[in-house]
């Protein structure tokens, strides 16, 4: 009888042994569904290249609009206020990143970049809240700020502000440099 109840004992450690395995399968299964749906989600992004962000739906997308809300925090209902009476550039494409500008028009500043590395999955924000000249900008997303992601920032503002003032990052600030600080 104490060897019969020991074979019962050992055959239903061994069922849970193998439920277990089962569900750790599983388990492993679904978190490679979830992240085989989240590198989807990211690359689909791609599709609003050459297109203009506010034309199509990119800031109502789902993920733009989490990514944006888990960077920016408190700033995200400020920020989108901006974007509803701001302009926007095309969506771009330099390797792994998609990128657009968002600005206000012939105000000298008020502009803002969103810039996503779409197999990174990251995203980041440059927007300059203010004027050049008052250089009121915040940068958005992890640091440090990936080379790539400061040289489109960098790149952009010497090519829209240039006239104005040299934009150079030292580590990850980004210095604006006024050509003729003591003009209007």
Known sequence: MKKQGLFYVFVFLMSCTSLEKKQNETLKANEHNLVVEQNLKWKALKAYVGKYS?????????????????????????????????????VEKLDDIIYCDISLEHVGGYNSMILINTVERKMYLFWLNGTVREKDYKIYGDRPYPKAIKDII???????????????????????????????
Request: net charge negative; proline share 1%; with cysteine.
């Open 154 to 184: 960098e790149n952009d503002m010497n090519i829209g502000w240039g006239h104005v003032a040299e934009s150079v990052f030292v580590e990850d600030g980004l210095e604006i440099n006024l050509l003729n600080p003591k003009s209007n």
């Open 54 to 90: 506010k034309e199509t739906n990119f800031f109502e997308n789902e993920l733009v609009k989490n990514e944006l809300i888990k960077i920016m925090a408190d700033d995200y209902n400020a920020y989108m206020r901006f974007v509803e009476s701001a302009g926007c550039g095309i």
